[in-house]
């Protein structure tokens, strides 16, 4: 007999710039937690106004993949990579008929030595764990900030607006360039841009 999971894998489904996503057990829920659905919803926005031209695109840590379904119609082609299965499993079903590629792995590491976009987006994980055991985790985001520039010529990065030290502590050097309001943390975008870009 089927159990309850194997008949309803859905954990639940979540509304943004007027998609349907659903969401896997283990997968970031960026609705709950506002920072992914604000992002998604101030992208098409921020790209234009910062005038980054978009031919191709990473999202690092795609989770649900909600930010690269946002960026795909406005891109040529969009990569989205996450170290999860689950999140790789989940963006790929939501990603469907998209010109997405998903790919599993650490960072960048799923792209090929040569592999160069125009913009890399992420929405990074700022806290780890439950309750009073909450941390950020800065070697993750410390290699974010080494390694992006190798891979993209800019860099579109949400972050907590009121945490701006702790980006520029793992050595981040970029600029605030949205704030937005959310019921909980205020979310800040941040731009950077690669010594070599154009
Ligand atoms: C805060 S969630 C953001 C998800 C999605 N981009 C959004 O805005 O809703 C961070 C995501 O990064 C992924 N992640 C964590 N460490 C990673 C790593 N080393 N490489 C790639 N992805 C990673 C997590 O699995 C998670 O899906």
Redo the contacts with the bound molecule.
């Keep these: 007999m089927l159990s309850p999971r194997q008949i309803a894998p859905w954990r639940r489904t979540f509304e943004a710039c007027g998609q349907r996503f659903h969401l896997r057990r283990g ?2 829920d ?1 609705a709950r ?1 506002l ?3 604000a ?2 919803e101030a992208l098409p926005h921020v790209i234009e106004t910062q005038q980054i031209e978009l031919g191709t695109v990473v ?6 993949g ?2 690269a379904a946002v960026v795909a119609p406005i891109a040529q082609h969009v990569i989205a ?4 299965p689950r ?1 790789v499993r989940c963006a790929a079903e939501n990603l469907a008929g998209l010109d997405v590629e998903v790919r599993l ?3 960048f590491e799923p792209l090929g030595i040569h592999e160069r976009v125009d913009l890399v987006i ?5 806290e780890i764990g439950d309750g009073d055991h909450r941390y950020t985790s800065p070697d ?1 985001l410390r ?1 974010l900030a080494e390694q992006w520039a190798t891979y993209g010529d800019h860099l579109l990065l ?1 972050f907590p607006a009121d945490d701006a030290a702790s980006l520029d502590f793992v050595g981040f050097d970029v600029h605030l360039v949205e704030e937005i309001p959310t019921a909980g943390r205020p979310l800040g975008i941040y731009r950077g841009d690669a010594p070599c870009a154009g």
């Design positions: 997968v970031f960026p937690h920072s992914g659905v992002f998604a999202d690092v840590g795609t989770g649900s909600v930010l990579t996450d170290i999860d999140a792995g650490d960072l992420a929405n990074p994980p700022y993750l290699r949400g």
